[in-house]
């Protein structure tokens, strides 16, 4: 039992898990926020153009019974809900993903050739040899700029 509550600890302790639970939250605050925008700033909005509020918008099907109503209003409402938190999250992910390019490239350009190509077999052989270790050709002297 000890070796478990070990191994969960080791878990939990780690940073991806710690890092998923914030984001988690932050998601969960950031959903509250853009229902608030489609409740209160979308719909009325889209009510001034269709004459009726979205959330308004439901079939009685059997009458006098209320859980027998079907809302489309509210689905709307989840439907734009859904495509803005989806087109919010393509932003970040694509700006993150170009953050991260940028990075990468100045480490990809800051690297300094070790190795040369052996003009005989092809192989990748050290810039200060001067016999290929793979077919032990003698490679020539290279001409210093």
Request: hydrophobic fraction near 50%; proline fraction near 6%; charge should be negative.
């Given at each position: 039992m000890k070796k478990f509550f070990a191994e969960f600890k080791?878990?939990?302790?780690?940073g991806n898990v710690l890092?998923?639970?914030?984001?988690?939250i932050i998601g969960g605050a950031f959903s509250?926020?853009?229902t608030a925008l489609t409740d209160n700033i979308i719909n009325p909005i889209i009510a001034i153009f269709g004459g009726t509020n979205i959330d308004g918008l439901?079939?009685?099907l059997v009458e006098g019974n209320e859980a027998t109503k079907m809302d489309f209003g509210a689905f709307i409402s989840a439907i734009i809900n859904f495509l803005?938190?989806?087109?919010?999250?393509?932003?970040?992910?694509k700006s993150v993903n170009k953050a991260m390019a940028i990075g990468k490239?100045?480490?990809?350009?800051?690297?300094e050739v070790t190795t040369k190509e052996?003009?005989?077999?092809?192989?990748?052989?050290?810039?200060?040899?001067?016999?290929?270790?793979?077919?032990t050709s003698e490679l020539p002297a290279e001409e210093e700029e």
């Open positions: 080791e878990f939990i302790a780690k890092d998923l639970a914030v984001g988690v509250a926020i853009v439901a079939i009685q803005i938190m989806a087109l919010i999250i393509f932003l970040i992910v490239k100045k480490e990809e350009e800051e690297e052996c003009p005989f077999c092809k192989s990748e052989i050290p810039l200060d040899a001067t016999r290929c270790p793979h077919c």
